[in-house]
């Protein structure tokens, strides 16, 4: 299982990003809770498009669970057609990990 944490900055103790579409990284863990891959965002700027370009970006790396503050619907239509669970949360990365593997 991989986890997709939409994240403010490349920490593990950062903020969850409040834009999906739009978060400057993704910290990827496995159900170990082991951190596998941070990835800078390609889509923080630019014109429209950000959060379609997230959901496959993702779906392309075989995420199971995307856990961000905020999803645009767009981005949520992308996700669910591609069977990605999205958990909205708020806080910090390791809490949220931790609850979504627990929960």
Not at 83 to 92: F, H, Q, S
Request: aromatic share 4%.
């Amino acid at each position: 299982m991989k986890i997709a944490i939409a994240s403010v900055e490349k920490s593990e103790d950062s903020q969850i990003s409040t834009r999906g579409g739009r978060a400057p990284y993704y910290l990827i863990f496995n159900e170990k809770k082991e951190l596998l891959e941070v990835i800078s965002n390609p889509f923080t700027s630019g014109g429209g498009g950000a959060g379609t370009g997230t959901a496959k970006m993702l779906a392309d790396i075989n995420v199971d669970i995307v856990i961000v503050g905020e999803v645009g619907e767009k981005m949520k239509e992308l996700l669910d057609e591609k069977g990605l669970k999205i958990l909205k949360r708020e806080g910090v990365v390791k809490e949220a990990l931790i609850e979504a593997i627990n929960g």
